[in-house]
């Protein structure tokens, strides 16, 4: 692919200044990140090096350069362009070993070697009693595909789901239940639907008895003092809420490494970090009663007046505990914009404790969702939306000619359909941007959706299923010579750089559009490509099909798809 290609022009860039007595401050591998692929419109390609990434001991004499490199069966000549203002070396490829290059090797099956770090990625993380709502969508689709992406750079990942089971909104489902009074069996039937209608209830009755709320607030601190006779409700709700959470995350194929409670840092297992704030005298009391540690010159609360903890003094604990546990290089928690002051208070306390690897922890913010309602135009629950996408799907196979399976009886495929349109209808969006969710939009086979891209591998599973490619065969580009073909290698080709920049920028929405500038061009080679009847040219043909076939997989994977073979 372009990386043996990248390394070839910087060994001969480097044998060049080395030359010219101008030895160079950079090796190969940072000269061939600095590197980009471009196409002329006449399909002539070239790898475009900035000058100013060309680190030197003196001045470089760039025409000394240029005449220096002589071309080999690589590069074809050297020019000096100024591009996006910025002058730059252009290496012209030769086509036909940029041909092979791209067509020889499977870039899909060959992810990068292991980096021999470890990244912990939190996400989703919704609370004990309730299923996941519809704000946690984006937490859990752009968490899964960070991990991906560095699974695909050689990191060894762990996603860790840390639920939130502690604090007053445990008192207030306890109460809840008490209100209720369901029984056994339609509490174990449908627990979470069960112990969130008794939060709701509490809360209901909170607002025209205060007293509720006090009382949910006692149940709480006795829990986390220690001084509950009765915490068996606590263990089952908790237990409940697992196994249900579990059975949604299986639908978008999602499998946590370790969940993790708020609650398994309760005041007693974190006073030694209460110790360290205070010893670092960092820790004060306000004039409330609250603790209070400082940040940028402001009172943060760390313990309230009636000395239970807070989300930030467990945030605080957490991070300390995982690093112990866990001895993650890096450590991401995704979480939308509103978040961003509580991140920074807690990187903030955690340098001023002189923790070293505060540093390699990061908020991945984003921004959220609108528009997400069911038929019956009420804010959902995320698998109320899988559901209906669900649902939709089958009735918009009923209603097409070209469908292959019955979804109705192929029912794991509809919900596959289904998942595909709420993930890429996310992901096609920048991250920090909001957006509104469209129904419509999302379930089109036509526009930029999931749908068109299991429809796109699905017909070039079928294509490689009808024709059989020979072992073995070898790559003849001069039996490629259309430009719709050179088209779709170079798109293929664009594979590595496009996860290179969405990996740099953590942007899921760079993999996902050029997955559909990939899908564009395939279907343009399907109106002129034929394979069927055309011999040896048919093979090389086939060929192509199969390489975007494989990237189209490898993509679809990465962004947390399930590729259908036929729809």
Known sequence: MTKYLKNHVSHRLLDTLDALGNPIQNDTKYLASRMSLRKSSESQLGLALPLDCIHVAKSIDTLAVKEHVQPDDIIKSVTISKLQGKPNFVFQLDQSSFIKSVLGKTVANQPYPSQLKRVLVEFSSPNIAKPIHVGHLRSTIIGNYIANIHEWFGYDVMRLNYLGDWGTQYGLVK????????????LSQKPLSTLYQAYISANA?????????????????????????????????KKYTVEELKKTYS????????????SDYKLDSIAYILDLLKTRGHLTTDKEGRSVA?????????????????YLTRDI?????????????????????????????????????????????KHVRFGRVRGMSTRRGEVIFLNDILDEAYHLMIKQQQASPNTKIDLLEDKNTADILGVSTVIVADLI???????????????????????????THCRLKSLSEKFCLPQGLEVEPSMLPEPVAFDLIYQISRFEEVLDKS??????????EYMFSLCDVINKAFMTLKVSNAGKVGEQRLLLFEEARFVLYRGMKLLGLTPLNRM
Not at 175 to 186: A, S
Not at 251 to 262: A, P, Q, T
């Open 175 to 186: 109460v809840g239940m008490k209100i209720l009074n369901p029984t056994e069996e339609e």
């Open 205 to 237: 009755a909170a607002e025209k008895n205060p007293q509720i709320l006090e009382e949910a607030r006692k149940i709480f601190c006795n829990l986390e003092r220690g001084e509950s006779d009765d915490i068996s409700d606590w263990l089952l709700y």
């Open 251 to 262: 639908r978008l194929n999602i499998v946590f490494d370790h969940y993790s409670w708020e």
């Open 294 to 310: 400082s940040v940028d010159g402001k009172d943060v609360p760390v313990l309230k007046s009636d000395g239970t903890t807070l």
């Open 317 to 361: 604990a957490a991070a300390v505990e995982r690093k112990s546990k866990f001895n993650f290089d890096t450590m991401y928690y995704l979480a939308d914009t509103s978040q961003h002051k509580h991140f920074r208070n807690l990187f903030s306390i955690l340098k001023d404790l002189s923790f070293p690897w505060a540093e390699n922890i």
């Open 429 to 455: 969006h920048k991250r920090m941007k909001d957006y509104s969710f469209n129904w419509d939009s999302a379930k089109s086979v036509k526009g930029n959706t999931g749908l068109r891209l299991q429809y």
């Open 503 to 512: 990996f740099e920028e953590l942007e899921a929405s760079r993999l996902t």
